[in-house]
Nanobody
Framework: VQLQASGGGLVQAGDSLRLSCVAS????????MGWFRQAPGKEREFVAA?????YYADSVKGRFTISRDNAKNTVYLQMNSLKPEDTAVYYC?????????????????WGQGTLVTVSS
């Protein structure tokens, strides 16, 4: 499985962005898809994941929405009310199976990352 993330950019606090991640292969629906982020000098952290249901980190709950379109092999991350602390490289990841996990090492495949910068 190859993952290609896109949609990052430079925005102001309060703005919105939608990230997309397109996966190769024909078994996309069999994967839990996750979004993680990594800010400079910090560890990679869980943002959101979606299988048959979705799950969010507390820091983004109510502001971010993860969704997927299995027909297009694509997972999205709609980010609203962005804050400067959301600035990071955002990565999409795929984990074979149906149980949502939040630990990066549990994910099998990773995209290349897309940079989101939120100015104050």
């Amino acid at each position: 499985v190859q993952l290609q993330a896109s949609g990052g950019g430079l925005v102001q606090a309060g703005d919105s962005l939608r990230l997309s991640c397109v996966a190769s292969g024909r078994t996309f629906s069999s994967y839990v898809m996750g979004w993680f982020r990594q800010a400079p000098g910090k560890e990679r952290e869980f943002v959101a994941a979606i299988g048959s249901r979705s799950y969010y980190a507390d820091s983004v709950k109510g502001r971010f929405t993860i969704s997927r379109d299995n027909a297009k092999n694509t997972v999205y991350l709609q980010m609203n009310s962005l804050k400067p602390e959301d600035t990071a490289v955002y990565y999409c990841a795929a984990d074979w199976g149906y149980t949502i996990v939040v630990v990066p090492r549990e994910y099998d495949y990773w995209g290349q990352g897309t940079l989101v910068t939120v100015s104050s």
